[in-house]
């Protein structure tokens, strides 16, 4: 059903649904993804685009963390390398194993007795070992051009990376194939309850429309998964024990990969603050991330990088590969996300504040917010028992993949056997409707196919135009200057499907390029 069909009937809705999901980023899809996996009449609403928030500006990794274990997470740890492993069984192409590489250097910490000792523990918990201890000259050959000076060992160990936003898309359309309803661009205003201060529905409005207009839907469970704005939905119900949320910014830079040409992930503990910063390679380019800081913007903004970040970042990449002596100029794109920390209040480091999610009930009302990218599943089901009154017999059993693997079929010829993998990652069991499309041509130097901007503009709901740029694809962040070059290929093969006039289609360039400039670029200071 399209988008605008899905919206009618909304506004016609007489029945009355088993649970409304409010926040289209992983915990929210993967919400609905296990109710309409499980049978329930689910409707999912998200305020902006589907993954807009945190879910489409993470660092992209689907670990356990080993610093979480550093810090005594062990359960938390255990959860998320287990997750980690089935998450890569599932859905590979989509989530996929890659190498780590921690260097260690005479007279800094971590040294490499330490560190092995620490990924025993890893590998004890994932039930796998992948550890190795590796000479100096051992480490050149998995990292060349990293820094020599006192180099004793490296230890390597693997996790994975995924592609955030292309995560939840996927989990949206598993979730719609199993009935669910998801729209974006619609907002959650106000959460009813009847006499007894139990829920008994939720008032919608679309993007654009007027506020006096709200649709009203019929439920007796709402799912606020709406990351750092869980609190303001949970604050119109009693509130006893409020989440209390500390935004806190992760920004990070893309640089083209043969500029700075990695095949693993390389970490490195940060002089400054010695919290751990690595160079990995994702969707063809090389990106340096994170950062950890206070966030103190309005969250309803595109969050951006600041200056400081800027040099905390190229600072991480001359401790490591000094001869490969990058700079601004080199910078292909940026992205800053906000994460959701559930906080304590006792004013600890932004890297010291406890990772794992929170969960408030109110008579109907289920409020989550922190946790990891790798957990979203865990969460989900946590979520739905909990506003089922812990009810295990509504969810369906634990060991039904979230993924539904897609159809055996034949691989096109033009498309490259590693491309082929992403496809069925990315699309699983929509494979073969994109595949009618047939425009099997890669979008400029990159592996996006422009039949994959075609099923987008048709089947993904794409609202604006960076919808389509930076998360449906990922054109505007692997490609110079946010692909603007590429803009009038991308008019020619998606304006008619998106049904946009030549009037539109410029203020919606025109508006991609601007935010592209304020949230995906250098700050407008930054003198080259």
Known sequence: MMRQDMLNALKSATKQFDVVVVGGGVSGAGTAREAAGSGLRTLLVEQKDFAWGTSSRSSKMVHGGLRYLGSGHIGLTRQAVRERERLME????LVDQIPFLMPHYHGKFPGPRLFQILLAVYDRLAGARTRQKLTPAQTLQWAPGLTQENLIAASSFTDALTDDARLVQRLIAEAQLDGATCINYVAASRVTRGKDGHVSGIDLIPEGENPENAIHIKTNRVINATGAWADRLQK????QNPLNIRPLRGSHLVIPWQRLPVTCAVSLLHPNDERPVFAFPWSGTTVLGTTDLDHHEDLNLEPSITEPEVAYLLNVS???FPEARIQTCDILSTWAGVRPVVTDG????????NREHALRYDNGLVSISGGKLTTFRQI???????AFNNDSSILRNDQIPVFTKPPHQPKPDPISHLNWRRLEGFYGQELPGLLKYKAYDRVGNTNTLWMELKWACQHEQVVHLDDLMLRRTRLGLTCPDGAEQLLPDVREYCQSLLGWSDAYWEQEVERYLELYRKAYSLPDSWEL
Do not use: Y
Not at 90 to 93: K, L, S, T, Y
Not at 236 to 239: A, F, T
């Open 236 to 239: 119109q119900g009693q509130h």
């Open 346 to 353: 006792q004013g600890k480091a932004p890297s010291k504040e």
């Open 318 to 320: 001359t401790q490591l």
């Open 90 to 93: 599932e859905a590979p192409g």
């Open 380 to 386: 989900a089901r946590e979520a739905l028992l909990t």
